[in-house]
């Protein structure tokens, strides 16, 4: 009986701990996104060092600077073409190539995969003088497609272990099925490959998409016209050397996060059904 | 409507030979059982016959027409794959639709023919349905009906039973038997259950380590096994084995096993007496034991005695596991048996239908009579 008592009492404690930990990261993850909202709805250009989450004197003011007074149309839609070509490209390579990985055997075929998790082991600023070297080569600096080139031959090794992965766990049998119904190669793959791959392609897609729009220390040195920037770029530029505005900072952050979370929300099915996929039978 | 021949027929895995030289002829409208222990080789066979897999040598002959180099679509053969291999994200329409569609069937066409397959496989009401809203019976009729809508010259089944429960599984193999009679369509069925190939197969090929061991209707390879790993394999419980010495004593033939000692007439003793066998292996069916107590004695029987170890009731008959010696028995017997375990009973045995196994090569002895 007492022994019974005092375990459920250290149980207790233990929970109450567990708890609090879990309140303290959840503050120390919100709190920081809170003030970002508080900056970009209040009126300071600076920051303040007031500890309170909402704004002195609330204001649009901020939003309608960075939606009207700046190009912030044009860096939106720079960022959208280079996404939105970013994951399209770079889906489109990698699922084929996955395929090809995952059902195929050639010769080169454990190097290839090999070799593109190597790429995945440096760190992506240690390629940006040869990058550049080459994006200025092709003449394309300051141009969209050198971003868009960029961005889809960085995220293409992920995507492509991410594709095969999930590839390897749908029945060969399916194929082999529609061979012997008289289905060829290319016709399995767009009819019965990619359809049942969709949450691996959202998945995919929504990696590429958020690693094009998110990158920022390329897309710097790439970009030199205020007009060809991408929102990170430009955003970033608000709070630069000579002007500090972090109201139109934080008030472009938050729009800027936006088109994400609002993609989160389209992919979440898929996203969740990526996860548990192969622990259903059939 | 087609015979398949297979010529020696061999697959090589790198170093691994996995089918070695098979011969064998399907004949049109035969429904062709390939049963053998798993890694045996019959899939591997299976899928050599549909094109899935290249010949390493020998040459497949479908219909008169040599296909080793016929892909598989331009074979005219639907399978039926142990997982069913429906298209997940198709309903049972479309799956049934799909080899129609890919030939470029007319759309009417198409749907007469998918509304017949489903009126013969009783699926009508289920053909707006995903295959994962369907039970393991359901998609198996579907897997079934997408091969018969097709119309095939030959149907190719890969154990398409094992993945439903034991009496769902009776019931298609029932079905499956039904729609052949009907469909006549010659057909290769690959199992590892020879309860399957004896009810299913209008022949049967056993085949063992990558090679046809013995083909034939299935009565005759159940009562006349050619060696000791199909006499094993077919038949449930399977065959007893026990070695024993031939000896002779004023003119008969007695057998001395371990525990027992039978006299041998007739054809058996003769042959045994013709090829001067001495050591040898015995083998006797469970249904070839009987229960003495409840046996006529006469002509062709011996009774010896042996320790009963389990007894299994089945209801219309009781299986009894015994030994002699160091030689372990089950057979089958009438359920009024008063065999316990732990005591001892006399076991009748009917001589005639002893099989003798060459103790080296393990090839049966053949012999005349088997009443």
Same mark, same amino acid.
């Given at each position: 009986?007492?022994?019974?008592?005092?375990?459920? *009492?250290?149980?207790?404690?233990?929970?109450?701990?567990?708890?609090?930990?879990?309140?303290? *990261?959840?503050?120390?993850?919100?709190?920081?996104?809170?003030?970002?909202?508080?900056?970009?709805? #209040?009126?300071?250009?600076?920051?303040?060092?007031?500890?309170?989450?909402?704004?002195?004197?609330?204001?649009?003011?901020?939003?309608?600077?960075?939606?009207?007074?700046?190009?912030?149309?044009?860096?939106?839609?720079?960022?959208?073409?280079?996404?939105?070509?970013?994951?399209?490209?770079?889906?489109?390579?990698?699922?084929?190539?996955?395929?090809?990985?995952?059902?195929?055997?050639?010769? #080169?075929?454990?190097?290839?995969?090999?070799?593109?998790?190597?790429?995945?082991?440096?760190?992506?600023?240690?390629?940006?003088?040869?990058?550049?070297? /080459?994006?200025?080569?092709? &003449?394309?600096?300051?141009?969209?497609?050198?971003?868009?080139?960029?961005?889809?031959?960085?995220?293409?090794?992920?995507?492509?272990?991410?594709?095969?992965?999930?590839?390897?766990?749908?029945?060969?049998?399916?194929?082999?099925?529609?061979?012997?119904?008289?289905?060829?190669?290319?016709?399995? *793959?767009?009819?019965?490959?990619?359809?049942?791959?969709?949450?691996?392609?959202?998945?995919?897609?929504?990696?590429?998409?958020?690693?094009?729009?998110?990158?920022? /220390?390329?897309?710097?040195?790439?970009?030199?016209?205020?007009?060809?920037?991408?929102?990170?770029?430009?955003?970033?530029?608000?709070?630069?050397?000579?002007?500090?505005?972090?109201?139109?900072?934080?008030?472009?952050? =938050?729009?800027?996060? /936006?088109? =994400?979370?609002?993609? *989160?929300? /389209?992919?979440?099915?898929?996203?969740?059904?990526?996860?548990?996929? &192969?622990?259903?039978?059939? | 409507?087609?015979?398949?021949?297979?010529?020696?027929?061999?697959?090589?895995?790198?170093?691994?030979?996995?089918?070695?030289?098979?011969?064998?002829?399907?004949?049109?409208?035969?429904?062709?059982?390939?049963?053998?222990?798993?890694?045996?080789?019959?899939?591997?066979?299976?899928?050599?016959?549909?094109?899935?897999?290249?010949?390493?040598?020998g040459k497949i002959i479908i219909n008169g027409r040599v296909v080793n180099q016929v892909p598989p679509k331009d074979r005219d053969l639907a399978m039926v794959f142990q997982n069913y291999a429906l298209y997940p994200h198709?309903?049972?329409?479309?799956?049934?639709?799909?080899?129609?569609?890919?030939?470029?069937?007319?759309?009417?066409?198409?749907?007469?023919?998918? !509304?017949?397959?489903?009126?013969?496989?009783?699926?009508?009401?289920?053909?707006?349905?995903?295959?994962?809203?369907?039970?393991?019976?359901?998609?198996?009729?579907?897997?079934?009906?997408?091969?018969?809508?097709?119309?095939?010259?030959?149907?190719?089944?890969?154990?398409?039973?094992?993945?439903?429960?034991?009496?769902?599984?009776?019931?298609?193999?029932?079905?499956?038997?039904?729609?052949?009679?009907?469909?006549?369509?010659?057909?290769?069925?690959?199992?590892?259950?020879?309860?399957?190939?004896?009810?299913?197969?209008?022949?049967?090929?056993?085949?063992?380590?990558?090679?046809?061991?013995?083909?034939?209707?299935?009565?005759?390879?159940?009562?006349?096994?050619?060696?000791?790993?199909?006499?094993?394999?077919?038949?449930?419980?399977?065959?007893?084995?026990?070695?024993?010495?031939? !000896?002779?004593?004023?003119?008969?033939?007695?057998?001395?096993?371990?525990?027992?000692? +039978?006299? +041998?007439?007739?054809?058996?003793?003769?042959?045994?007496?013709?090829?001067?066998?001495?050591?040898?292996?015995?083998?006797?069916?469970?249904?070839?034991?009987?229960?003495?107590?409840?046996?006529?004695?006469?002509?062709?029987?011996?009774?010896?005695?042996?320790?009963?170890?389990?007894?299994?009731?089945?209801?219309?008959?009781?299986?009894?596991?015994?030994?002699?010696?160091?030689?372990?028995?089950?057979?089958?017997?009438?359920?009024?048996?008063?065999?316990?375990?732990?005591?001892?009973?006399?076991?009748?045995?009917?001589?005639?239908?002893?099989?003798?196994?060459?103790? !080296?090569?393990?090839?049966?002895?053949?012999?005349?009579?088997?009443?």
């Open positions: 009986m007492e022994k019974k008592n005092k375990r459920s *009492f250290r149980e207790r404690v233990i929970g109450a701990l567990l708890q609090f930990f879990i309140l303290l *990261f959840t503050i120390g993850t919100v709190y920081p996104v809170l003030w970002v909202f508080k900056i970009a709805f #209040g009126s300071q250009k600076g920051l303040s060092l007031s500890l309170s989450l909402f704004p002195a004197q609330p204001t649009l003011e901020n939003f309608n600077h960075i939606l009207f007074e700046k190009p912030f149309f044009i860096w939106l839609l720079n960022s959208l073409i280079v996404a939105a070509a970013t994951s399209v490209i770079g889906i489109f390579l990698a699922a084929t190539a996955g395929y090809a990985f995952s059902r195929f055997r050639f010769p #080169g075929r454990t190097a290839g995969l090999l070799s593109f998790l190597i790429t995945q082991m440096f760190p992506g600023t240690l390629m940006m003088i040869p990058l550049y070297l /080459i994006v200025n080569w092709l &003449g394309l600096l300051d141009n969209l497609a050198g971003l868009v080139l960029v961005y889809s031959t960085s995220a293409i090794p992920f995507s492509i272990w991410m594709l095969k992965g999930y590839f390897d766990t749908i029945p060969k049998e399916l194929e082999e099925s529609a061979l012997i119904d008289g289905a060829s190669r290319t016709l399995i *793959f767009y009819k019965i490959i990619l359809p049942l791959a969709k949450p691996a392609l959202a998945v995919t897609a929504l990696f590429s998409f958020m690693t094009a729009w998110n990158e920022y /220390i390329l897309a710097a040195t790439f970009m030199n016209r205020e007009l060809s920037y991408t929102l990170p770029v430009a955003l970033r530029n608000f709070v630069g050397q000579f002007a500090q505005d972090w109201g139109l900072f934080a008030a472009g952050a =938050i729009l800027v996060s /936006i088109p =994400i979370v609002a993609l *989160f929300f /389209i992919l979440q099915k898929y996203l969740v059904s990526g996860l548990t996929a &192969g622990s259903v039978k059939g | 409507m087609a015979e398949v021949v297979l010529e020696n027929v061999t697959k090589k895995f790198g170093d691994v030979t996995v089918v070695k030289g098979i011969n064998l002829q399907i004949r049109d409208g035969e429904f062709m059982v390939l049963v053998g222990p798993s890694g045996c080789g019959k899939t591997t066979l299976l899928r050599l016959v549909a094109g899935l897999e290249e010949l390493s040598e198709m309903n049972v329409y479309d799956n049934m639709a799909f080899a129609l569609k890919m030939r470029k069937v007319p759309r009417a066409e198409i749907d007469s023919r998918v !509304q017949e397959a489903a009126r013969i496989l009783g699926i009508e009401k289920l053909l707006e349905r995903k295959p994962k809203q369907l039970s393991g019976g359901q998609r198996q009729r579907v897997a079934l009906g997408r091969t018969i809508v097709r119309k095939p010259s030959v149907f190719l089944f890969d154990e398409p039973l094992s993945n439903l429960d034991a009496k769902l599984r009776g019931q298609m193999r029932a079905e499956i038997s039904k729609l052949h009679f009907q469909l006549k369509t010659t057909s290769i069925y690959v199992t590892h259950d020879q309860v399957e190939a004896m009810t299913m197969g209008s022949k049967i090929a056993i085949v063992n380590e990558g090679v046809i061991q013995q083909s034939g209707t299935p009565m005759d390879i159940y009562d006349t096994p050619v060696n000791k790993f199909v006499a094993g394999f077919i038949g449930s419980p399977p065959m007893n084995f026990f070695a024993a010495v031939v !000896q002779e004593e004023n003119g008969q033939t007695f057998m001395q096993a371990e525990g027992f000692r +039978l006299r +041998l007439q007739g054809d058996l003793a003769n042959k045994i007496k013709v090829e001067g066998l001495k050591e040898t292996l015995f083998g006797i069916r469970p249904e070839n034991l009987h229960d003495a107590e409840f046996f006529k004695k006469g002509d062709g029987f011996e009774v010896f005695s042996v320790q009963v170890e389990v007894v299994e009731p089945m209801g219309a008959e009781t299986y009894v596991h015994a030994m002699a010696g160091k030689n372990r028995f089950v057979a089958r017997v009438t359920p009024k048996t008063r065999a316990r375990v732990g005591q001892a009973m006399q076991l009748a045995i009917e001589t005639v239908k002893i099989h003798v196994f060459d103790k !080296q090569t393990m090839n049966a002895l053949r012999w005349e009579v088997q009443k």
